[in-house]
């Protein structure tokens, strides 16, 4: 004879699922948070001048070619054409001006009827407080206009959260060599 038992089955079934339910986390994809303990408290302005030196040619290029379209080479605007740069940024516009930072990045140029460049760069400060923090900027550059506006998009270390942007002016510009000496203005909001 078959011995019926309660049904435990269902029972210990149906108390793991409830358990199982009570411990189960809680996944979302945003929540609020307040600004104070990440320091938003107060935002400060600040305003950056400084040189950029773009150096193509002699000794000690810091702009180096990556890439090129199949246009490039017959384009009157260079598109296509897509370089990565390391140039040093400085108090003043004399090569031998105190370096503040880098600019590291890329540009491409991106215009099919003007030069007009597509920049992504970093600035990387080396200079007292702000050592060791990025500006990051990202823009539209007609080089020949007369002054240029470029959106900071972010920064890191004491320009965390930053946004603001910059004016860019040429200083000097060698139509043979290709190299430049751009004065910058940069006004940054940040915490």
Known sequence: MAQTLPNYK??????????H??????HQFSRKLSPEP????NQKLTHLHFYFHDTVTGDH????????????NTSSTFF?????????LTVGPE?????????QGMYAFADLNDIGLLMNLNYVFVEGKYNGS??????SN????KVREFPIVGGSGVFRFARGYALANTYSFNTTSGDAVVEYNVYVQHY
Do not use: E, M, Y
């Open 95 to 103: 090569p031998t001006s105190k370096i503040v930072g880098r600019a």
């Open 61 to 72: 290029p810091t702009v180096f070619p990556v890439a090129r379209a199949s246009i490039t």
């Open 10 to 19: 269902n029972a210990i079934f149906t108390l793991f699922i409830f358990l």
């Open 38 to 41: 990440l320091g938003f408290k």
């Open 134 to 139: 990025t500006l990051s900027i990202l823009g």
């Open 142 to 145: 007609h080089v020949f206009s």
């Open 21 to 26: 339910l009570l411990n189960a986390q809680s």
């Open 80 to 88: 296509g054409l897509v370089v990565v740069i390391d140039d040093p």
